[in-house]
């Protein structure tokens, strides 16, 4: 049913698509009849099946890259289906061998406005603001509207925009020098950059960092095709960079000791703003160990969660005794990513202070853990031994 599948998929993909029906099936066993129409469940869109079986209905969520598949095992069996868009109504007739033969008319259904998601929230890149951008990323169609694969990419990046207009706000300056360590695919880069000059009108320079020689080439490129003049990435460890005269560090999720090789460059510089986005804990996962906590800490995923928490707020107290406001909140909600922790530190005055990290310490040697950033704060000298200070 290839040919069902692909109209379909692109009904799916243009948000066009109304209900389809499936009906007249070919064998008593099969189902009656299956319904299927587009929702949003959180913040995602998706198609919902109706499979209508022995007097039941039972409900299946799917997604476009799960829809062939799951098309193939539950349609065959139908002689036809009624598919109604905004555009079009299609009349599919299925033969015994699964060809298609469909017939097209004027629409006689109007589309669900609830579901139209780009016009309901109030979100920083629009088509009308970001429509270039976002179509070369990939993440916009020509007409301007969000892939629904992409659409928690998208979610994603506006939120972090919602913090980073924040900042650019708190810091009020006419040019702005960031650094990305960790850019990857730079989808976020590229959305800072854009915000800051195309929305903001504001002057930037933006270095990304990354060890994938692929990736640099590909934004690079990209950045030249969108004419981001002052937007550029290199290929260097992030323990090799030497950052001077930074404002803003962003790190999204750099894998374990990764991200306290961010914070430390970020902190050794003396970065006004830093905003990093933590991924993997394993680090504090295969150190922690407490005789008080070890009924909870036997259970692998409790230990995994914990790990992830105290390794974040262990972060953020460092941050703090080298003179960093910080918060950590949510980055985005948990149904899009489980790396959703926001470490934002704002650099108030660059003073070690240490009472707070005497509370670093009584936690880190309570659950008998030596973590990296601790480590590369010492053998730098921005912290100092405490052990005697009482």
Do not use: W
């Not at 804990?281 to 692998?300: A, R, S």
């Not at 703090?320 to 108030?348: C, Q, R, W």
Request: proline share 3%; with cysteine.
């Amino acid at each position: 049913m290839q040919e069902t599948t692909n109209l379909l998929e692109n009904l799916f993909s243009t948000q066009t698509l109304i209900t389809a029906i499936f009906s007249n099936p070919r064998k008593k066993e099969a189902a009656n009849k299956i319904i299927v129409k587009p929702i949003l469940l959180n913040d995602t869109y998706l198609f919902q099946f109706e499979v209508f079986k022995n007097n039941q209905a039972l409900h299946y969520n799917v997604q476009i890259e799960e829809l062939p598949q799951f098309i193939d095992a539950n349609c065959p069996e139908f002689k036809q289906a009624q598919i109604f868009s905004s555009k079009f109504d299609y009349q599919v007739l299925i033969n015994k061998k699964g060809s298609e033969v469909i017939k097209k008319s004027s629409p006689t259904k109007k589309l669900n406005s609830s579901l139209d998601h780009n016009r309901t929230k109030n979100y920083i890149l629009t088509a009308d603001t970001s429509k270039e951008f976002l179509f070369e990323l990939g993440i916009m169609t020509k007409d301007g509207q969000i892939k629904p694969s992409k659409y928690n990419k998208y979610k994603q990046i506006n939120k972090y925009l919602e913090t980073i207009s924040s900042v650019i706000r708190d810091l009020d300056q006419d040019f702005y020098h960031i650094i990305d360590l960790g850019s990857g695919k730079s989808y976020l880069t590229f959305a800072v950059y854009h915000y800051i000059t195309k929305i903001c009108g504001k002057d930037v320079n933006i270095i990304g960092v990354d060890l994938k020689k692929d990736v640099i080439e590909f934004c690079n490129n990209l950045a030249k095709k969108l004419n981001y003049n002052n937007l550029s990435f290199v290929s260097e460890d992030i323990n090799d960079i030497n950052l001077e005269n930074v404002d803003i560090v962003i790190s999204l999720h750099a894998c374990n000791t990764a991200t306290d090789a961010v914070l430390f460059k970020a902190i050794k510089c003396q970065a006004k703003v830093i905003l990093a986005v933590p991924c993997c804990h394993n680090e504090c996962y295969t150190q922690i160990k407490n005789e008080i906590l070890f009924p909870v800490l036997q259970y692998g995923i409790l230990k995994e969660k914990i790990a992830s928490f105290i390794t974040d707020g262990l972060r953020a107290k460092l941050l703090e005794s080298v003179g960093y406001n910080v918060v950590v909140s949510e980055f985005i909600d948990m149904e899009h990513t489980p790396k959703n922790i926001l470490i934002k530190a704002t650099l108030n005055k660059f003073l070690f202070d240490p009472k707070i990290y005497n509370e670093y310490t009584n936690l880190s040697n309570f659950l008998s853990l030596n973590l990296t950033l601790e480590k590369l704060l010492k053998q730098s000298k921005i912290i100092k031994d405490t052990s005697g200070l009482h």
